[in-house]
């Protein structure tokens, strides 16, 4: 039994005889009702709807208020969410979901088998790119009862279970967006969902304000009164806002690298990098593989030995990321730890690039290519830097263009760069959030985070395609163990680093981070003990 | 009087013309900066096809060629409609409508703040030129002129904020029971005073430097030499006949320097999370939110326009002879 349930065991005993516990042991058990959260939301969502929007801060907070069939564990098992139990057919075409009974909307619509299938089928399909992939693979969706749904596919598809997951699928009332604009739907402005908060305010440039919904399935939940969501522009007023307890709650990248070290070390501050599973952002350089000389696998290896991956993370990254081997996180299903690693060593990366006939001349310098900075904090610029000291050591110039979000994002999807370093969600698993970048069928000019780096090998294809497809885990570990060795000798882009990003709360919320989504969940079980 | 009425009419058909040919500029220059917003709006949820970009372009018009956007976008300006956000899904006129007030709140404070206390210690550094008083209040203007806002922010949100507790360091308003009247007045003040006191300090070195050389150089005229010659007290002398004439090139100053006061409220809005225009502004920029942009920048011309003729008539009442002459 681990802590939560010991604690809900606790909750039940109280239920039943309150008066009979000691106020110690209550409070011990914690799980008292009551308590605002305060947390940064930066920068400011356009809308809160995680159907329409799927940007990382509307998500954060459309999580409270919206749900899907299924949350996911540390290690991406899943767990019940809407759905209590599920079931899969042997053959692996048959998907049946028995959903909770009595969940309410918002505006005390009941939820019913009904929202789930216009939601996947209807309205997903127009508003929601990855979930239109995802449930394009079903041959049909139907509901046998008013609790019941049942997703035929048209083949197998591995990862289908994580489709369900809150971002990937948010579920939708019906009742209120059937036949309508969904995009300029008017509920957009008050969002309605079966979340644990439901909205309250929203003063533009200012705060989101939630609050309990008294109607949630869960018995006793949720136990925070409100959950504030400040909106703060600077990133300096942001560490402020944490050190003078303002706020109770920083995300993702709320609070700058470098301010790290010295916040959680704060007396009321509680750290934490786990939460962030399911994404698992790996960063890596992306070479755009079209341009001479980086369509040739050695020159991209060379970069490989050039760079002191140890470096970046304790310099660089403060010790937020940990060096990235191949394709997958190490967070992700599938890894294989047993593939091929380049070592730092510069004298290796020269021996190739001579190999290729890439001869320095008088200044040392080989070759010289741009670096397009994705504008997303100082950290980046630094980054950056590192990698053209390292790179000009074996005689490959780096230089470095600065540009902001718009700019990036145009001339990235447009393979109008040279070298530049995103870094991409997984979403549990290599046929959601791998093979995108590494398939030739993904080659879409103009598509930000698809192929970019224009990089094709039909074995690749062949083993991404299989391994969607395969039933079996055992099967799957074993293509993908296979196109992780493959990907790893081509080096199709320089991986670098598994990003973490720090949560750091007041130390008196509990049960903030409890899933592989982290802030993005729901926090029903989160409370507050003052 | 017919005549004024006819400079009237011909000065407000001037100033429609203006408008139109600022919008038709703003469009351009907005549309040169490259990036389109359905990539920005795609990039940012991490995953993006075909089909998102093509419904956004469509959505907005961005799939017309910029000749029919611009006709389309000067048309709607001319009819008072400022267009809708792309990102926030609101009508431009509602996001600005909201914004305004704040912005105008900050700068106006700072604005007259800075412009009270710069000439008071610019005239009191040029009547002393050379002595104490005029090297601490030089050295001083000089320091705040280079300081840059956003440290200047950081570093009074550390000491009131952080380090003394006395003042709030974030926001508008207290978020939290509602609050109404003398209470809520004395909230936003309260959340007022370091925004404000950072963006006054800038300017007000810069008036106090300007003030400061006008002083001087009026001090060496010959109606001053006269009026001492007669034998007028020194403190009649700054009133009656030095201030009127050195403030004239502060106040013509001020006028163009309202525009850039609301650039300057960017970062400071930033810094202190202050729900204003200047954000909005950034953010739109950030986003290639150009309806919101275009929007912003038509509200910010117009409020120039009116600065200006607000200026000359404030020169016209401190030196009624350019009343007279123009």
């Known amino acids: 039994m681990n802590r939560r349930d010991f604690n809900k065991l606790m909750l039940m005993a109280g239920v039943v005889g309150t008066a009979g516990i000691p106020l110690g042991i209550r409070r011990a058990a914690g799980q008292t009702r009551g308590g605002t959260l305060d947390v940064i939301i930066q920068p400011e969502p356009p809308v809160l709807v995680a159907a329409i929007n799927q940007q990382a801060p509307t998500l954060t907070v459309a999580g409270k208020i919206y749900q899907s069939l299924l949350k996911f564990d540390f290690d991406q098992t899943p767990k019940p969410g809407l759905a209590k139990s599920w079931e899969i057919s042997e053959d692996g075409l048959t998907y049946t979901f028995h959903l909770y009974d009595n969940v309410t909307w918002h505006d005390g619509a009941p939820f019913t088998a009904a929202d789930v299938v216009f939601t996947t089928t209807v309205l997903l399909a127009e508003t929601h790119p990855r979930a239109r992939g995802n449930f394009a693979r079903c041959d049909s969706v139907t509901a046998t009862d008013d609790h019941t749904v049942v997703f035929k596919l048209k083949e197998p598809f591995g990862p289908f279970l994580q489709c369900f997951e809150m971002s990937s699928c948010p579920i939708m009332p019906r009742h209120l967006y059937e036949g309508t604009d969904y995009r300029n739907n ?180 080989r070759v010289s290519l741009t670096y397009l900075v994705p504008p997303y904090g100082e950290v980046w610029m630094r980054f950056a830097e590192y990698i053209r000291q390292a790179l000009s050591k074996v005689g490959i110039e780096i230089v470095i263009e600065a540009i902001d979000i718009a700019g990036w994002a145009t001339r990235s999807g447009n393979w109008d760069f040279e070298i530049t370093a995103p870094w991409l969600y997984q979403f549990g698993d290599p046929a959601l959030g791998v093979s995108r970048t590494y398939v030739s069928s993904n080659i879409r000019k103009g598509v930000l985070f698809s192929n970019t780096a224009g990089y094709s090998n039909p074995e690749v294809d062949r083993l991404f395609a299989e391994a969607a497809l395969a039933v079996d885990p055992a099967k799957r570990q074993e293509l993908y163990s296979e196109v992780q060795r493959l990907l790893v000798e081509d080096v199709p882009v320089g991986w670098l680093v598994e990003l973490d990003f720090p949560t750091m709360y007041d130390k008196r919320f509990h049960d903030l981070v409890v899933s592989a989504i982290g802030v993005n969940d729901d926090f029903d079980a989160a409370y507050y003990e003052g | 009087m017919l005549n004024s009425l006819r400079g009237i009419a011909a000065r407000m058909i001037k100033i429609a013309v203006m408008i139109l040919i600022i919008a038709t500029f703003n469009f351009m220059l907005v549309h040169a900066a490259p990036g389109d917003p359905a990539a920005v709006i795609a990039g940012q949820s991490g995953a993006s096809d075909e089909k998102l970009l093509a419904q956004v372009r469509a959505e907005y018009g961005l799939d017309q060629p910029l000749h029919v956007q611009l006709t389309d976008y000067l048309a709607k300006v001319a009819s008072f409609d400022l267009g809708y956000s792309y990102r926030q899904r609101q ?166 320097q309202a525009g850039a006061l609301i650039g300057g409220s960017v970062v400071v809005e930033t810094v202190f999370a202050w729900p204003g225009l200047g954000r909005l502004t950034f953010e739109a920029v950030m986003q290639r939110d150009y309806p919101v942009l275009l929007g912003v920048f038509l509200v910010m011309s117009v409020l120039v326009i009116a600065i200006n003729l607000l200026t000359d008539l404030i020169t016209r009442i401190i030196d009624p002879r350019l009343a007279r002459a123009g």
């Open chain 2, 91 to 256: 009508p431009v006129s509602v996001l600005i409508g909201e914004r305004l007030p704040a912005t105008l709140l900050l700068t106006v404070t700072a604005f007259l703040l800075a412009l009270g206390i710069g000439s008071l210690l610019g005239t009191l550094a040029g009547v002393r030129a050379g002595k104490w008083t005029d090297t601490v209040i030089s050295i001083a203007a000089l320091l705040f002129y280079a300081m840059p806002v956003f440290w200047l922010g950081l570093m009074l949100v550390l000491i009131f904020s952080v380090r003394l507790d006395w003042l709030p360091a974030f926001g508008f308003s207290t978020i939290g029971p509602t609050i109404t009247g003398i209470d809520l007045v004395l909230d936003v003040a309260t959340h007022m005073v370091l925004p404000v006191a950072t963006l006054a300090a800038i300017y007000l070195a810069i008036y106090a430097r300007l003030m400061r050389a006008s002083i001087i150089e009026v001090e060496h005229q010959d109606y001053v030499k006269t009026a001492r010659a007669k034998g007028l007290a020194r403190g009649q002398v700054i009133r009656r006949h030095m201030l009127r004439n050195a403030l004239l090139p502060v106040v013509t100053f001020a006028g163009v």
């Open chain 1, 186 to 365: 008017p509920h957009n402005a008050t969002p309605i969902g079966t979340g644990p908060y439901k909205f309250k305010e929203w003063v533009r440039g200012s705060y989101i304000r939630l609050v309990r919904n008294d109607a949630y399935y869960k018995p006793g939940q949720p136990y925070l009164d409100e959950i504030l969501y400040r909106v703060i522009p600077d990133a300096a007023s942001r560490s402020v806002a944490l050190e003078n307890g303002t706020v109770d709650l920083t995300q993702w990248g709320d609070v700058e690298m470098f301010d790290v070290p010295r916040l959680k070390q704060l007396p009321h501050v509680e750290f934490t990098t786990k939460g962030y599973e399911f994404y698992a952002p790996l960063l890596w350089l992306e070479f755009n593989n079209r341009i001479k000389p980086m369509d040739d696998k050695r020159f991209r290896q060379a970069v490989m030995h050039a760079i002191d991956k140890d470096v970046l993370v304790r310099k660089v990254l403060f010790g937020l990321a940990r060096p990235a081997t191949g394709p997958v996180s190490k967070a992700t299903k599938f890894y294989d730890p047993k593939v091929k690693t380049y070592d730092f060593n510069p004298a290796k990366a020269t021996a190739l690039l001579d190999q290729m006939g890439l001869k320095p001349d008088g200044d040392g310098k």
